[in-house]
């Protein structure tokens, strides 16, 4: 089992503008994020980081004694070389979070010439 402590109560994340008018506009508290980058599971995707807060989190946060009204679901996006915050949202679905098969394969994805002849073969 993972171990989730936090010993930085005064951990201040670096923000851009676009995640600070993202997180007022969607109602998260800087102090959602924090929590969220201390004790949320983290994947490394599509060039960034994303913590994410799931139900585990959650309880993990019960017990330590921090409020979690609100935290559920809540993932924050980072720059992966100085954890810059880029944006906030909230998804209960982790399942776009896991990492993909990012070669190409002509064979499955269909390649255009061969949409086009299917085309031609249809009307003639």
């Not at 007022?24 to 994410?52: E, N, P, T, W």
């Amino acid at each position: 089992m993972k171990s989730f402590t936090c010993t930085d109560n005064e951990f201040t994340p670096n923000i851009t503008r676009h995640a600070s008018l993202r997180m007022g506009s969607r109602r998260i508290s800087l102090s959602d994020v924090a929590v969220v980058m201390s004790y949320g599971r983290s994947f490394h995707v599509r060039g960034a980081v994303v913590y994410a807060m799931g139900r585990r989190e959650v309880v993990f946060c019960r017990c330590d004694g921090i409020a979690t009204d609100g935290i559920r679901g809540l993932q924050v996006v980072c720059a992966p070389e100085n954890d810059e915050v880029i944006t906030v949202y909230r998804n209960n679905d982790f399942r776009r979070l896991r990492r993909r098969n990012t070669r190409w394969n002509p064979e499955k994805a269909g390649r255009p010439d061969q949409a086009s002849d299917r085309m031609t073969r249809k009307t003639t």
